[in-house]
């Protein structure tokens, strides 16, 4: 079981900035890729970044250039960093982390930040 912890969600204004954080813990050593996934109120959930042990990334086209997702160097936390954000990135954010159980990928989620870009 992994338990995931999300942070740094907030109120900013468009061309603004925010870092988002994710803490895992519990069997954090199994995680084999780590990922922003962001919701609005009627959409569904979109995966916005995600990030593999061996450090590839993969951006939803709508925030490439602005979101950079990295890890910490205990591997055992995730950030997003957030840049030039517009009116849309506008969404509850979660943290999700995939473990492979055999044959089983297992989602392990956060409770989910809200980050709100408005004037």
């Known amino acids: 079981q992994v338990q995931l912890v999300e942070s740094g969600g907030g109120l900013v204004q468009p061309g603004g900035s925010l870092r988002l954080s994710c803490a895992a813990s519990?069997?954090?050593?199994?995680?084999?890729?780590m990922g922003w996934y962001r919701q609005a109120p009627g959409k569904q959930r979109e995966l916005v970044a995600s990030?593999?042990?061996?450090?590839?990334?993969n951006y939803v086209d709508s925030v490439k250039g602005r979101f950079t997702i990295s890890r910490g160097s205990a591997k055992n936390t995730m950030y997003l960093q957030m840049d030039s954000l517009k009116p849309e990135d506008t969404a509850v954010y979660y943290c999700?982390?995939?473990?492979?159980?055999?044959?089983?990928?297992?989602?392990?989620w956060g409770q989910g930040t809200q980050v709100t870009v408005s004037s």
């Open positions: 999700n982390a995939k473990t492979l159980v055999v044959t089983t990928i297992i989602n392990s």
């Open positions: 519990g069997s954090a050593f199994s995680i084999y890729v």
């Open positions: 990030i593999t042990s061996g450090g590839s990334t």
